[in-house]
């Protein structure tokens, strides 16, 4: 059984930063390749971010420049530091490890 726990949201005002984790438990061959998605209200569930086992990234275009996915050494941990955060990156944030396990979510406000 894999548990993922994101932790680190909060509320900022616009071009502010915000650091979010998320820990995985369990199964690590399922944390070998992690990604970040995002769900605003009243919209669907949206990629932002990912990164695999080579630790080669992949953002949304509309984080690009603004968010930088990370990973620990030992693959428990991914992180999504986010920079510039504007009005529209109001969400919760999910993480999701490669067997398709979802952490709980952790919510982000960002302020105008």
């Known amino acids: 059984q894999v548990l993922l726990v994101e932790s680190g949201g909060g509320s900022v005002q616009a071009g502010g930063s915000l650091r979010l984790s998320c820990a995985a438990y369990g199964h690590t061959y399922c944390s070998n390749g992690m990604s970040w998605y995002r769900q605003a209200p009243g919209k669907e569930r949206e990629f932002v971010s990912a990164?695999?086992?080579?630790?080669?990234?992949t953002y949304a275009d509309s984080v690009k420049g603004r968010f930088t996915i990370s990973q620990d050494n030992a693959k428990s941990s991914v992180y999504l530091q986010m920079n510039s955060l504007k009005p529209e990156d109001t969400a919760v944030y999910y993480c999701k490890d490669t067997c398709g396990d979802w952490g709980q979510g952790t919510q982000v406000t960002v302020s105008s």
């Open positions: 990164i695999d086992s080579d630790a080669s990234t």
